[in-house]
């Protein structure tokens, strides 16, 4: 019997009449920037209760039909993901981790009610859109094509309940260099106004709704000079920054990072450890008090601490900014090796030795 869940899907391939030009492409591509400029096509894959996963398109960018009633604009039914395609010397295209992303994706339409896209599918929907879109992704230090897919609730029905008709799409943009000029420190604003996630909430979800809730938080943190906003759980345990895993690197030797079910698990995070981990370093992944590191840094014994993301890799935290405080952090050289071996895996400069790239161009 054939597994119909998986077998390949056939996609239906609509060409963009109105694509830019070559040279309106290379404009871009100088300088991408990040999230404004999209490629010229997008995936969607339509579900609905009765029939599953079911047409399948490549189609011109462009505006979304959505009725009014659709579920996803009253209650927020939506997950979404981010992974880039990256350029190697030779010209091919490679993807990172992608069923790490598509497994997330499926935990993440659990959490939310959604249906739970194979991942034959999800990988699939990336090489189609490089198909059409393959001179989207940039061949410059430090670019890459940052893909997004996203699932929401289309269902035009204001009942609260999970909605019977789903649409999932692809969207990608070319991304430049995240720190035009060098990775530079970041100073963090301890939010203790407001948090993230509750326990047994969306926290492990990658969902718009947590990221609706950071907003006001992240607006506290610029107005008191701070670049980004670390958030801790109730019982004072550190989490993340909301877009970014947050990891502490002890004198001893160890790596350590927060670990609760309301902190997303990032997948930048994980590669990172495991590359610490090849090195003889010590990973532990636990819950990690503010007074754990705010001690820490004091006596000395945290001596780098920084956050991590797919779209800026690895970011060292140079300041801790709260209510009456404000602490320099240690910084180390531990986060940038670990950052250079990544990348370094990632475009193809060194040896993929855990087998995490997927080619997408062949
Ligand atoms: C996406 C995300 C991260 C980072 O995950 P990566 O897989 O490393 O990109 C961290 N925290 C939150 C809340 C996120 O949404």
């Given at each position: 019997m054939t597994d119909t869940a998986t077998a390949p899907l056939t996609f239906a391939v609509t060409r963009n009449l109105a694509a830019k030009n070559p040279a309106q492409r290379e404009a871009i591509l100088q300088d991408p920037g990040f999230g404004t400029n999209f490629t010229d096509h997008m995936v969607d894959i339509c579900w609905s209760e009765g029939g599953g996963w079911h047409r399948p398109r490549v189609q011109p960018y462009g505006p979304i039909p959505l009725d009014p009633a659709a579920a996803v604009l009253h209650y927020g039914q939506e997950i979404f993901e981010g992974i880039?395609?990256?350029?190697?010397?030779?010209?091919?295209?490679?993807?990172?981790?992608?069923?790490?992303?598509?497994?997330?994706?499926?935990?993440s339409a659990r959490r939310l009610a959604l249906p739970e896209l194979p991942t034959e599918h999800f990988i699939q929907s990336l090489r189609e859109l490089v198909?059409?879109?393959?001179?989207?992704?940039?061949?410059?230090?430090?670019?890459?094509?940052?893909?997004?897919?996203?699932m929401f609730a289309k269902e035009a029905f204001l009942g609260v309940r999970p909605a019977k008709k789903v649409a999932y799409y692809l969207i990608a943009c070319p991304a430049g260099s995240y720190f035009a000029g060098g990775v530079k420190p970041v100073s963090i604003w301890l939010s203790e106004n407001y948090a993230r996630a509750g326990k047994g909430g969306t926290g492990a979800a990658k969902t718009g709704g947590n990221y609706a809730s950071s907003?006001?938080?992240?607006?506290?943190?610029?107005?008191?000079?701070?670049?980004?906003?670390?958030?801790?759980?109730?019982?004072?345990?550190?989490?993340?920054?909301?877009?970014?895993?947050?990891?502490?690197?002890?004198?001893?030797?160890?790596?350590?990072?927060p670990e609760s079910d309301s902190i997303l698990e990032g997948i930048t995070r994980d590669s990172l450890l495991q590359l610490a981990e090849d090195r003889g370093l010590t990973v532990e992944r636990r819950a990690?008090?503010?007074?754990?590191?705010?001690?820490?840094?004091?006596?000395?014994?945290?001596?780098?601490?920084?956050?991590?993301?797919?779209?800026?890799?690895?970011?060292p935290i140079g300041a801790l900014k709260g209510e009456g405080f404000e602490e320099?952090?240690?910084?180390?050289?531990?986060?940038?090796?670990?950052?250079?071996?990544?990348?370094?895996?990632?475009?193809?400069?060194?040896?993929?030795?855990?087998?995490?790239?997927?080619?997408?161009?062949?």
């Amino acid at each position: 019997m054939t597994d119909t869940a998986t077998a390949p899907l056939t996609f239906a391939v609509t060409r963009n009449l109105a694509a830019k030009n070559p040279a309106q492409r290379e404009a871009i591509l100088q300088d991408p920037g990040f999230g404004t400029n999209f490629t010229d096509h997008m995936v969607d894959i339509c579900w609905s209760e009765g029939g599953g996963w079911h047409r399948p398109r490549v189609q011109p960018y462009g505006p979304i039909p959505l009725d009014p009633a659709a579920a996803v604009l009253h209650y927020g039914q939506e997950i979404f993901e981010g992974i880039k395609a990256y350029r190697h010397a030779d010209g091919s295209v490679h993807t990172f981790r992608p069923d790490r992303n598509a497994a997330r994706l499926r935990n993440s339409a659990r959490r939310l009610a959604l249906p739970e896209l194979p991942t034959e599918h999800f990988i699939q929907s990336l090489r189609e859109l490089v198909a059409v879109d393959l001179d989207w992704v940039p061949s410059g230090a430090d670019q890459s094509l940052y893909f997004r897919p996203f699932m929401f609730a289309k269902e035009a029905f204001l009942g609260v309940r999970p909605a019977k008709k789903v649409a999932y799409y692809l969207i990608a943009c070319p991304a430049g260099s995240y720190f035009a000029g060098g990775v530079k420190p970041v100073s963090i604003w301890l939010s203790e106004n407001y948090a993230r996630a509750g326990k047994g909430g969306t926290g492990a979800a990658k969902t718009g709704g947590n990221y609706a809730s950071s907003l006001l938080p992240q607006a506290e943190a610029y107005e008191k000079g701070c670049d980004q906003v670390v958030f801790l759980d109730q019982d004072g345990n550190v989490e993340e920054l909301g877009g970014m895993n947050v990891v502490f690197v002890f004198k001893d030797g160890r790596v350590v990072t927060p670990e609760s079910d309301s902190i997303l698990e990032g997948i930048t995070r994980d590669s990172l450890l495991q590359l610490a981990e090849d090195r003889g370093l010590t990973v532990e992944r636990r819950a990690v008090s503010l007074q754990e590191w705010r001690d820490g840094v004091a006596n000395g014994d945290i001596t780098e601490v920084f956050a991590c993301g797919t779209a800026a890799v690895v970011t060292p935290i140079g300041a801790l900014k709260g209510e009456g405080f404000e602490e320099a952090q240690p910084q180390g050289d531990l986060a940038l090796s670990l950052r250079e071996e990544l990348t370094d895996i990632q475009y193809g400069r060194r040896e993929d030795k855990h087998g995490w790239l997927v080619r997408l161009d062949a």
